[in-house]
């Protein structure tokens, strides 16, 4: 069964700090992974996205990485801000057929105090 | 235009009103999508068009009708809900033709039934 599990499922940090959140996934085979933010009540709004081939991404204080031969990434966000506070999904798209079949995680909550 | 505009943004409907959601993207994705989203969980996949056809349909209730009229648009009409269907519905578009491409949420319609 296709899968993806993210931790911490919360975060509290000050502002400025950094932090990593981590996803593990079964999803196969695999095509891409995404990095999702998603305020309370609102769409997800996408970081970041890697294909196989891809290790790492950045999108302004977003890096992601990808290790597609252990099925890890991580999503690192450098000197956070109070407008951080969210919560981060990993979405994994499998290749071919099936590919509209997003798989979530449940999310890790992140919130930035200052 | 790079987004998927969802209306209205909140909506609060009686068990015996008729209303709809609408959808639309101009980005030339030929995928569109319905989640439904309950606080804290992961989006749950409803419907799925693919070149203007509905190509799943994941055992959704017969009160929830979705409808695709051109490319762009996409609706969902809602009749006879019950209080367990307050939930945030997402539209969602892909390139469309496998791999999820361009994979982009609108903002929702948080939806109260009462």
């Known amino acids: 069964k296709n899968q993806v599990e993210q931790s911490p499922q919360s975060l509290i940090i000050l502002e400025g700090k950094n932090c990593t959140l981590q996803c593990n996934y079964t999803v196969s085979p695999f095509s891409n992974l995404r990095w999702y933010k998603q305020d309370t009540g609102r769409g997800p709004v996408s970081l970041t996205i890697?294909?196989?081939?891809?290790n790492t991404k950045s999108n302004g204080r977003y890096t992601a990485t990808l290790d597609a031969d252990t099925k890890q990434s991580s999503l690192h966000i450098t000197a956070s801000q109070l407008s951080d506070s969210a919560s981060y999904i990993c979405v994994v798209t499998p290749s071919g057929a099936g590919s509209y079949q997003l798989t979530f995680g449940k999310g890790t909550k992140l919130s930035v105090i200052p | 235009d790079t987004e998927v505009t969802q209306t209205p943004k909140h909506l609060v409907m009686g068990m015996t009103n008729k209303k709809s959601l609408k959808c639309e993207q101009h980005m030339g994705h030929r995928a569109m999508y319905w989640y439904k989203q309950k606080a804290k969980k992961p989006p749950e996949l409803m419907f799925v068009y693919s070149y203007e056809k509905l190509s799943i349909n994941e055992s959704v209730p017969s009160r929830f009708s979705p409808e695709c009229p051109n490319s762009s648009l996409l609706n969902l009409h809602l009749h006879a809900l019950q209080p367990e269907d307050s939930a945030l519905y997402l539209c969602?578009?892909?390139?469309?033709?496998?791999?999820?491409?361009?994979?982009?949420f609108g903002s929702g319609t948080r939806l109260t039934v009462v």
């Open positions: 890697m294909t196989f081939s891809e």
């Open positions: 969602a578009s892909s390139q469309g033709g496998g791999m999820g491409y361009g994979y982009t």
